[in-house]
């Protein structure tokens, strides 16, 4: 919400009333009287006016929030019907006809997840599309200070920033080959990428290992690699090798940390911090700022010669 206060006058001082209105998403709903000022000389048909528009407007706004809830509990329910539908998926971004990006309902090879829903990126920095999009972050509105159940079964929306969910991840990538593309954007504007021609995530039984092919092309470096063989960690779930502190608990996010990291997509999203907490990249720029934009996606392997 956003709240303005203004103060309207009718042609003399004892005509003076301040009020206040009240912004949901850039339309302006609701208006209440903060102060009437001399109020012995004020019209009193005036305020009564002002009054019965602010209940007016008021009801409008309540009755607009119980819409906005009810839509939310209908998204709710459809995906939960979605995922029920085993007629209506693809087993993955790479079967979906349509050369548009979009959203699609998964269901990779192997039947060890239900389907769910997935944003599928035909448009990649290689100029091929068939990725499923398991990451993605361009604004920091979305907190990736997460618990471990949070990451193991995903957040945040699927078009718009979230993270996938390690079991859905692990799901995908236990049905065949798969190679991992990172897209990355500095404050800066300048943009680069790795592609790894292997990437491969356990079940929860190894608290979801990472297992990381060569990165085989690419501009932006190879800062995954000491995450290769790493165990997941969240701030309350460390697994990493450090002895002396827990790496996700400090750097505030959940990723496969060594001792601790030369990369970390999930880190807090901001420029630049002296204890290298942003969401970063090493080898980017052979430092630890804090990246703009980052992407993670995967698709199924076919026989491509990468040399």
């Known amino acids: 919400f956003i709240h303005a206060t203004y103060t309207i006058k009718n042609g003399s001082p004892c005509d003076s009333t301040t009020v206040r209105m009240r912004s949901y998403r850039g339309l302006w709903l609701g208006l209440s009287i903060l102060s009437v000022l001399n109020s012995s000389c004020c019209s009193?048909?005036?305020v009564d006016k002002l009054k019965e528009f602010e209940e007016r407007i008021s009801a409008q706004f309540n009755q607009l929030s119980e819409?906005?809830?009810?839509?939310?509990?209908?998204?709710?329910?459809?995906?939960?019907?979605?995922?029920?539908?085993?007629?209506a998926y693809y087993a993955s971004c790479r079967a979906v006809p349509s050369n548009s990006s979009n959203l699609h309902m998964i269901r990779p090879?192997?039947?060890?997840?239900?389907?769910?829903?997935?944003?599928c990126n035909q448009r990649s920095s290689l100029g091929s599309g068939g990725w499923i999009v398991i990451h993605?972050?361009?604004?920091?509105?979305?907190d990736f200070e997460r618990s471990w159940q949070e990451y193991k079964e995903g957040f945040g929306e699927p078009d718009e920033e979230h993270w996938l969910g390690?079991?859905?991840?692990?799901?995908?990538?236990?049905?065949?080959?798969?190679?991992?593309?990172?897209?990355?954007?500095?404050?800066?504007?300048?943009?680069?990428?790795a592609l790894y021609d292997g990437f491969e995530v356990s079940d929860e039984g190894t608290n979801f290992t990472l297992s990381l092919?060569?990165?085989?092309?690419?501009t932006a470096g190879d800062s995954m690699r000491v995450s290769d063989g790493m165990q997941f960690s969240t701030p309350d779930r460390d697994n990493d090798r450090d002895g002396n502190k827990s790496c996700a608990e400090f750097y505030r996010s959940g990723w496969w940390f060594n001792f601790c990291m030369e990369a970390n997509l999930n880190g807090l999203y901001k420029q630049k911090d002296d204890q290298h907490q942003t969401m970063?990249?090493?080898?980017?720029?052979?430092?630890?700022?804090?990246?703009?934009?980052?992407?993670?996606?995967?698709?199924e392997k076919l026989d491509i010669n990468y040399d």
């Open 44 to 46: 009193t048909t005036f």
């Open 67 to 87: 819409q906005i809830k009810s839509i939310r509990e209908q998204q709710i329910i459809l995906r939960e019907e979605l995922s029920k539908n085993t007629g």
């Open 109 to 119: 090879r192997g039947g060890v997840t239900l389907p769910f829903i997935a944003y």
């Open 136 to 142: 993605r972050r361009y604004n920091g509105q979305l």
């Open 166 to 193: 390690l079991k859905k991840i692990h799901g995908i990538t236990r049905s065949g080959e798969h190679e991992l593309l990172v897209e990355l954007r500095d404050f800066d504007g300048t943009g680069k990428y």
């Open 213 to 218: 092919g060569r990165m085989s092309r690419g």
């Open 280 to 299: 970063n990249w090493y080898r980017f720029r052979k430092d630890y700022q804090g990246l703009k934009e980052a992407t993670m996606m995967i698709r």
